[in-house]
Structures are given as structure tokens and as C-alpha cells.
């Protein structure tokens, strides 16, 4: 007697329409229409490259830059590895200290948990401090949703929700952004400003201040990310160059936390080591300005509600997979991306995704799944030119270009389009047969008639178009080369060759002793 257990299942993805992990294009189209914004284009070029050099520079003053690369990727494997206990460890520290720990599946369930916690406390208004997850899993639509406004405190991602945008890059969220546009942002929707506002750095910093310092001091309820949280202690970090962090830890009397699960480290003593890394390699800093750690609540001293919102949404069916778990080490640098050629020249929102750049294109795949060949996500794969230069900038030394040709693989298994197979079937047919082959390397040269009088082909029909979109094709040659080789020609220059023979040729080195003299 045998016992069916059904099959195993992965674990589930982030699901479809919470969030801000899936567009509505896929890349190329969308890559397509960016690429003709020309100021974009100027101002991710001069940022990229601005803190490219920077970063080249802090990293040129250590010697040890491999070997903290190398610990940093031993340490996040090892996270990876060991992922059940450590949380296990870190809910056991957080709640010793006298914080609250709630488990998210997928973005719509850390949402409402965040949204119920708000709503607990009776207030209409928070304020963030700047994180992916919470951008990942659409939190600000979420609690507008339930009449609850959320004001963004970081300034880049300000001005990104004053102009009613999206992020384009993981550190500078309006890198895409120049400073004519930002007065103009302020200008139209912020209170207390008018037309003598200058595009003077100064001034509209300064105005940015103005603006939050009445959030701040309004503010109830504060949300967070987390780069970190650290096992053995309980303890949540920020890692930032603003002090908005800080603030939200100052005066606010509930903090939210909202953290992805991979973001552990084991111990205090590993936090060293991406202390390091992480400003070096994403503001091209030697070390950050400001460093924000809290360990549940201390009495009198910050805020006395504190929750942490554990978040999967993908996370664990990427863990369970080789590849996802090396996207699963990602330290939210944004180092690839600005190395990216990619990416300088189609700019974040073209990837449709929170995380955009070399990163994105493997993390966002592992955490959505490729549902089909039509699925937005199933493009990213291939938003990369394989140069490899992704590899070399990261910290963690995830291999991105791998985790690349693993997923376009992974695409074409299980999406292979149903035409593919029809002429992959076919090609089979005329390689297995000698004559179908003969006729059809005789058919060849009516491929001519496509080059017309310029003999190039710049146009193919159907699916074949996606080729000389952006290439020319040469015409085939008016004769196959076994045609050409049964002309009187080649049978000439053969005849002409075997009379002429092989040409002695020098020893191509030295064979004895004596030769040597």
C-alpha cells in the first residue's frame, strides 16, 4: 500500500498587484521610451559617474578592500545559510528588550500589519525614514488607502513623492532629477515657497528643512527600514548621510520597523565589517555621517511602542533556489549601478521595479517568479550586456553576471515560446535530411530579394523583426558554399594548390642542442 503525499510546492512569491515590484512593460519597450529623454540621460551620467570616481577613490586607500569583500560575502552566506535560527534568535533578542516582532508573508500582509499598528495608535499622519522594503511592498498606497498620510523624510525621496514619481535608483531615488526640476517640484507643491527660489543647493536644501522640521515635530508615529538587524543583540541600524534616521528616533513615540528577513547579520562583530563596505562602495564615503541603532525600547529615551515587521515576499522562495540566494546578499549599495552601462542609458524606471540596475534584474525575477514569456519580469534577464563590471563593484561579490545566464535559462525552459518550438522542430527536419538540406541551401540565395538595391536587409517579417530593429543584415551570397565548390572555379584553385603543395615551414623552436649553437 502506498501513500501519495502530493507534490512539494515552492514556497509562495510576491504576489501581483501589491507593490512596486512589476511593470506594466517589459524592459525593451520600456528602455525604449527613456532612452529618448535626453536631460535623463545627462543627469544619470554625470551622477554615475560622480560617484563612481568617488568610490574608486575611498576604495584605492585600503589595502584590505578584497579581504573585507571576501568577509562580507562569507558573513551573508552564512546568513543564508543558518536563516531559520538567526530569525529565531533575533525575535527571542527584540523581545527581551521589550519590542514586538510580526511576521509578513508577502507585501499585502505587511501592510496591513503596519496599517493596524498605525491605526492603533488614532493617528492620521507619519512620519518614513527612506527604505526599499517599504517602497517594495507599496506601503504608502496602502496606508492612503486607509486615510492615513505618510511623509517621506528623506530629501531625494522627498522630492521623488512631492512630484509624484518613482525611484530610479537605490541611493539617490532622484538621481533622474536635476536642480531646476527640483525648485520647480518645490515650488508647485511645497507650502511656503514662490518664484524667488533659486536652484542654488543651499536654498533648496534649506527649504527642504523648513518643510520637515514641522513634520518632525508633528509626528506621532515614525516607519522605518532597517540595512541592518543584527541577531545576537535585537538591534535594527540605519545607515544613512542625512540624520533623518536619528530624528525619527528622537521624538516620535511609536516606531514601525519594517525590514526584509535577509537583511541579518549574526553578530555585532560582522556589523564592522559592512560599516566598511557599504559607505565606501555607495556614496563613496569613508564612513557614513550618521549611524542609527536602536535595541527595542529604553525607558524615557526615544520611542516607547517599538515594532519590527519581519517581511518574506519572495524572500524564502529565493532562498530555496542557488542563484536567488546570492541576490539574497545584496546590502542595498547600489555600487552595480553605477557601473552599469545598462543602466546609464535607460535609467531605473525602465526596469519597472523598486530595485532597478544589475541588482534588480536578478533580485526582482527571484522574488515575483517569470509567471510567463509575456510576464514583464521575464525580460530583466536580459537588461545586461554581460560585461561583468557588476561583478567587480560589489561589495558582496555577487556574481551577477551568472545569476544572469542561470535565469535567461531558466526563461527559455520554462517559457519557450510555441513558435520556437515549430522552427527549432523544423531546422531538425532539414539537418536530418540530406536532401530537404540541398534544397534548402539552394533556397538561400532568394533571401537576396530582401536586400533590394542596397544589399542589406534592414527589415525581417513578424517575430524576426526584433533582429533589424537595431541591426543591418547582409544578403546571403548568390551561391551556397557547397554550390561554389562544385563550380569549374573552385575546382581550379584546388587543382592550382595541390600542384603548388604544402610550403616547408622552420621548426618552430630550437629541437636539439645543437641547433641552439
Not at 267 to 295: A, H, K
Amino acid at each position: 500500500m502506498s501513500v501519495f503525499l502530493g507534490k512539494p510546492t515552492m514556497p509562495p512569491r510576491a504576489p501581483e498587484g501589491v507593490g512596486h515590484l512589476r511593470g506594466t512593460e517589459t524592459f525593451p519597450k520600456a528602455a525604449h521610451h527613456e532612452l529618448y529623454n535626453a536631460t535623463q540621460r545627462r543627469n544619470l551620467h554625470k551622477a554615475t559617474h560622480t560617484i563612481r570616481d568617488k568610490r574608486a577613490a575611498v576604495i584605492a586607500e585600503i589595502d584590505d578592500w578584497q579581504a573585507l569583500r571576501e568577509a562580507g560575502s562569507h558573513i551573508k552566506r552564512d546568513v543564508m545559510a543558518r536563516m531559520p535560527e538567526l530569525l529565531e534568535q533575533f525575535e527571542a533578542a527584540v523581545t527581551a528588550r521589550g519590542g514586538h516582532v510580526h511576521w509578513a508573508r508577502d507585501a499585502k500582509e505587511a501592510g496591513e500589519i503596519v496599517t493596524a499598528l498605525v491605526q492603533e495608535t488614532g493617528e492620521k499622519r507619519v512620519v518614513k525614514i527612506k527604505s526599499m522594503a517599504t517602497m517594495e511592498i507599496g506601503l504608502n498606497d496602502q496606508l492612503r488607502e486607509a486615510g492615513i498620510e505618510a511623509r517621506e523624510t528623506d530629501l531625494a525621496e522627498l522630492i521623488v513623492q512631492l512630484g509624484k514619481d518613482t525611484p530610479s535608483h537605490i541611493l539617490v531615488p532622484a538621481i533622474h532629477r536635476n536642480r531646476a526640476e527640483i525648485r520647480d517640484i518645490f515650488i508647485k507643491e511645497m507650502p511656503n515657497t514662490d518664484e524667488t527660489l533659486s536652484s542654488d543647493p543651499a536654498e533648496l536644501a534649506e527649504a527642504s528643512r523648513t518643510f520637515l522640521r514641522e513634520q518632525f515635530m508633528d509626528a506621532k508615529v515614525a516607519i522605518s527600514g532597517a540595512n541592518f538587524g543584527i541577531a545576537e543583540t535585537g538591534t535594527v541600524t540605519i545607515v544613512e548621510s542625512e540624520g533623518n534616521g536619528r530624528m525619527c528616533l528622537t521624538l516620535p513615540e511609536t516606531l514601525i520597523s519594517v525590514m526584509g528577513i535577509e537583511k541579518l547579520l549574526p553578530t555585532f562583530q560582522d556589523y564592522e565589517v559592512f560599516l566598511q563596505l557599504l559607505p565606501r562602495s555607495s556614496t563613496g564615503e569613508r564612513m557614513n555621517p550618521y549611524t542609527s541603532m536602536w535595541s527595542g525600547v529604553t525607558e524615557g529615551d526615544g520611542p516607547q511602542n517599538f515594532h519590527i515587521v519581519l517581511v518574506d515576499n519572495g524572500r524564502t522562495a529565493a532562498l530555496a533556489d542557488e542563484i536567488g540566494r546570492e541576490a539574497l546578499k545584496c546590502i542595498r549599495c547600489s555600487a552595480c549601478l553605477n557601473v552599469c552601462p545598462v543602466y546609464e542609458r535607460a535609467g531605473g524606471h525602465a526596469y519597472g521595479s523598486t530595485y532597478p540596475g544589475p541588482i534588480g534584474a536578478i533580485l526582482t525575477p527571484q522574488l515575483t517568479g517569470m509567471d510567463s514569456s509575456h510576464d514583464p519580469n521575464a525580460s530583466l534577464p536580459y537588461a545586461s550586456t554581460l560585461c561583468g563590471a557588476c561583478f567587480e563593484a560589489c561589495p558582496v561579490k555577487i556574481d551577477i553576471p551568472s545569476a544572469l545566464l542561470e535565469l535567461r535559462h531558466k526563461k527559455i525552459e520554462n517559457h519557450k515560446p510555441k513558435v520556437e518550438g515549430v522552427i527549432m522542430g523544423g531546422m531538425g527536419l532539414v539537418f536530418g535530411n540530406q536532401k530537404l538540406w540541398n534544397l534548402s541551401t539552394h533556397m538561400v540565395s532568394l533571401g537576396r530579394i530582401l536586400g533590394g538595391f542596397n544589399g542589406k536587409i534592414t527589415h525581417l517579417p513578424s517575430f524576426l523583426a526584433g533582429w533589424t530593429d537595431v541591426r543591418d543584415t547582409a544578403v546571403p551570397p548568390k551561391k551556397s558554399f557547397r554550390q561554389w565548390f562544385d563550380s569549374e572555379e573552385a575546382q581550379q584553385l584546388l587543382a592550382s594548390a595541390r600542384a603548388e603543395g604544402i610550403p616547408a615551414q622552420p621548426p618552430a623552436h630550437p629541437t636539439s642542442p645543437e641547433e641552439t649553437k
